[in-house]
């Protein structure tokens, strides 16, 4: 019963979802354009809503923000294993690297973060696992 | 071939300043009669350690900045290794990274120079194509 509801509503929103991508709607990190229907029931993913393409910003309630390279928008470029304060902030609580997907650092930022990273663990300024004691 | 290194060692923490300054004076020494010449020292200070190392949790820090070539890195290494107070280092090539943070700066500073006139209507998004490419670069 439920099943039939949600494909209802997916096809009710057929024609507006299929013309999202078109809309720019792709880049904010919405990689399932169909699947917008039948998660709505998460909230942080987009509610049901025939927003029209136009609609960026302002239409949608909890508008997930793009994630950005740091160092692309401040402009960073030096990243060194000297500089503890920068690298902590892609290194977990137990001491792993974040993954791109997750901190929005651009390929070839990530890279040279991963190598700082190594570079300062050797040093012992990061740890290699669990927090620094 | 002149080669730029950083050099980034950690002695005991119970090291007294003033052996630190013999063991950074012997190390100079060895720079200067291998060829090479110490562009900096800088005593970083006692610092907590990340982890535990040879039984310790700080350690004082030393950056000792060297040009030479490999030769130079290979003694100076050997060196640390066995002078016993040392209980981690960790030897950096900077020269080209500096070199390519170089061209980006002049790269910078002549756009930023330039675009007073240029016809960037459509300026953010332009900018920001623009810039991606010479961050990889």
Same mark, same amino acid.
């Given at each position: 019963m439920a099943e039939e509801i949600r494909a209802m509503a997916a096809a009710a929103h057929g024609s507006p979802v299929g013309e999202r991508p078109a &809309?720019? !709607? %792709? =880049?904010? &990190?919405? !990689? %399932? =354009?169909? &699947?917008?229907g039948d998660r709505s !029931?998460?909230?942080?993913? %987009? =509610?049901p809503r025939p927003g029209? =393409?136009?609609? %960026?910003?302002? &239409?949608?309630?909890?508008f997930r923000r793009k994630k950005v390279c740091k160092f692309c928008v401040e402009k960073i470029e030096a990243i060194n294993y000297k500089d503890v304060r920068l690298l902590a902030q892609f290194v977990?609580?137990?001491?792993k690297i974040v993954p791109r997907r997750l901190t929005g650092v651009c390929t070839p930022h990530q890279r040279r973060l991963s190598a700082a990273i190594k570079q300062a663990r050797n040093i012992a300024l990061l740890p290699f696992a669990g927090r620094a004691s | 071939m002149n080669r730029t290194y950083e050099l980034m060692f950690i002695v005991r923490p119970d090291m007294v300043e003033e052996e630190q300054d013999k063991l950074i004076s012997t190390l100079e020494t060895a720079v200067t009669s291998s060829g090479g010449n110490v562009k900096s020292v800088e005593k970083m200070g006692k610092r907590r350690l990340a982890y535990m190392v040879r039984r310790f949790h700080d350690g004082i820090y030393v950056l000792l900045t060297v040009e030479g070539g490999g030769g130079l890195i290979h003694e100076l290494e050997r060196r640390l290794r066995v002078t016993? $107070?040392?209980i981690k280092f960790i030897t950096v090539r900077i020269d080209e990274e500096q070199k390519r943070l170089d061209k980006i700066k002049a790269i910078r500073d002549a756009r930023r120079k330039t675009? $007073?006139?240029? $016809? *960037? *209507? $459509?300026a953010p998004t332009a900018e920001a194509g623009g810039e991606t490419p010479a961050a990889t670069a």
């Open positions: &809309g720019g !709607d %792709r =880049p904010s &990190g919405g !990689d %399932r =354009p169909s &699947g917008g !029931d998460r909230g942080e993913r %987009r =509610p029209g =393409p136009g609609g %960026r910003e302002g &239409g949608r309630k909890y977990a609580e137990s001491g | 016993e $107070p040392v675009p $007073p006139a240029p $016809p *960037t *209507t $459509p």
